[in-house]
């Protein structure tokens, strides 16, 4: 109904009038001015549309659009939107878009950067995080088939070869002439495009974070005469707040991929809310888990290079545990890592140690497989659990601070875990994490046992065999 009422809207007004307050719907309701068609003939008005854009452009809408690229950055609203509407309001102001790419690379364990689509359809995502480009990195990462295709496209394209020349503008008329130059060429002119112009906005040395040093687009038309001269200075200036908009909220998501990826998903949301002062620490009940590798002495000594990639390796099957349970892994210590679940209710919390306990168990089996099948060594977990009162915050000197739990019972999961090794079990628990709710009827005793700093012996459970086969059944 919308598209129609532009339609008819477009068609029965005078021209001149038409196309200005066309285009003002158009930006209010970032309708895509390629759907309109004619209400009478049913036919496109996409010819007809290039034509007035190659003298017709409205710079009203044009500074409308730089104050909204403004708010929106200021705003924090999705990168994918502010690409979107800003594509989709250019055209109303009379810049031909018919397709766009920008990405930002950033700061991420696994992702190198963002890119973002706009004109490709439902068959492309308006979204794609891609793998790392250089040949290091892809090596570390792993080298996946997809990483590996996606760094070569990134080596064949105009964007690359600007990086390396120092340029930061490119434009290429679609042609027979052009379209071996680069691959995306090709691509474009077979999709019915006649122009294309990539830019790259460049951050100042003391605004470049890793490898986040500017901002990367490229800009296509279907238009027959591709784009003026006019519609090309435009892009050139409205661009820049473009990119500025981009990586505030880049910038944004990166500082909390950072301090979860860091501090843990619960300690990085509180030093963002501003949990930040030394000394200050908030009393809460948690279920405190410490695990760490047997045997991982042994492989450092004798097969070093091993080190890094077995620890990989497991940490990705025990932090996935505790996440996927609902915890929040603060440290990894070495092979060592130290998280905490907690709940209103203890019993919840408990339980949801318990099931990350057995699902790394299981996971720890399979990896265990894998690399036996790979040649390559293996270890297994050793993991305590207790549960009480901890201290929860900021500790250091002035300069350097930690988010942490600290506390007795902190202490005591640590002398837990370390007991494993005596009575050769994979998973202790305390007598107190025992006793809540109906856990205790899930696991046996092992006996009492005096922990080191720990004043009276403690009686010691782990997991009941019989009971994890019938829960399997």
Request: aromatic share 8%; with cysteine; hydrophobic share 45%.
């Amino acid at each position: 109904m919308r598209r129609n009422m532009f339609a008819a809207f477009f068609v029965e007004q005078p021209s001149d009038r038409r196309n200005d307050e066309a285009a003002e719907l158009l930006c209010i309701h970032w309708c895509p001015l390629w759907t309109l068609c004619d209400a009478r003939s049913a036919l496109p008005l996409k010819a007809d549309i290039h034509q007035r854009y190659n003298h017709l452009m409205n710079e009203k809408l044009l500074a409308d659009l730089s104050a909204w690229l403004t708010q929106a950055g200021l705003a924090g609203a999705p990168d994918t939107d502010i690409v979107s509407v800003f594509c989709e309001r250019s055209v109303a102001a009379g810049i031909p878009l018919a397709r766009a790419l920008m990405f930002i690379d950033t700061l991420h364990p696994v992702h190198e950067g963002r890119l973002f689509r706009w004109g490709y359809g439902s068959t492309e995502s308006p979204l794609l995080e891609y793998g790392r480009t250089n040949p290091d990195a892809l090596a570390a990462s792993g080298s996946e088939p997809q990483h590996v295709e996606q760094a070569q496209r990134w080596r064949d394209s105009p964007h690359f070869k600007m990086a390396q020349t120092g340029e930061s503008f490119l434009r290429r008329r679609l042609n027979d002439a052009a379209k071996d130059e680069f691959p995306i060429l090709s691509d474009l002119l077979a999709g019915g495009m006649t122009d294309y112009i990539a830019i790259i906005t460049r951050f100042a040395p003391e605004g470049v974070i890793g490898e986040m040093d500017g901002v990367y687009s490229s800009w296509a038309t279907g238009a027959p005469a591709g784009f003026s001269d006019g519609q090309i200075a435009k892009l050139k200036l409205i661009v820049p707040s473009l990119a500025l908009a981009i990586k505030s909220v880049s910038l944004a998501r990166m500082t909390r991929t950072l301090m979860e990826t860091y501090l843990g998903r619960d300690a990085g949301q509180r030093v963002l809310s501003g949990r930040i002062v030394r000394g200050i620490a908030e009393q809460i009940d948690a279920v405190v888990w410490f695990s760490d590798l047997r045997g991982f002495t042994r492989i450092t000594d004798t097969a070093p290079e091993q080190v890094i990639p077995l620890l990989n390796d497991y940490s990705d099957v025990i932090v996935s545990a505790i996440h996927d349970h609902g915890g929040d892994v603060l440290k990894l210590i070495g092979d060592g890592t130290l998280a905490i679940f907690t709940a209103e209710n203890r019993t919840y919390a408990c339980n949801a140690a318990l099931s990350a306990a057995i699902a790394a168990r299981r996971g720890v089996a399979e990896l265990k497989k894998t690399r036996i099948a790979e040649d390559k060594p293996v270890t297994d977990m050793y993991l305590g659990l207790h549960v009480g009162q901890v201290f929860y915050g900021n500790v250091g000197s002035l300069e350097r601070l930690d988010f942490t739990v600290l506390g007795p019972a902190v202490n005591e999961a640590s002398r837990i875990a370390a007991m494993c090794r005596s009575v050769d079990q994979p998973v202790l628990m305390s007598a107190t994490f025992a006793n809540v709710g109906d856990i205790k009827h899930r696991l046996v005793s092992v006996g009492r046992y005096a922990l080191r700093g720990v004043s009276h012996a403690q009686e010691l459970f782990t997991l009941d065999p019989d009971a994890q086969a019938a829960s399997r059944i």
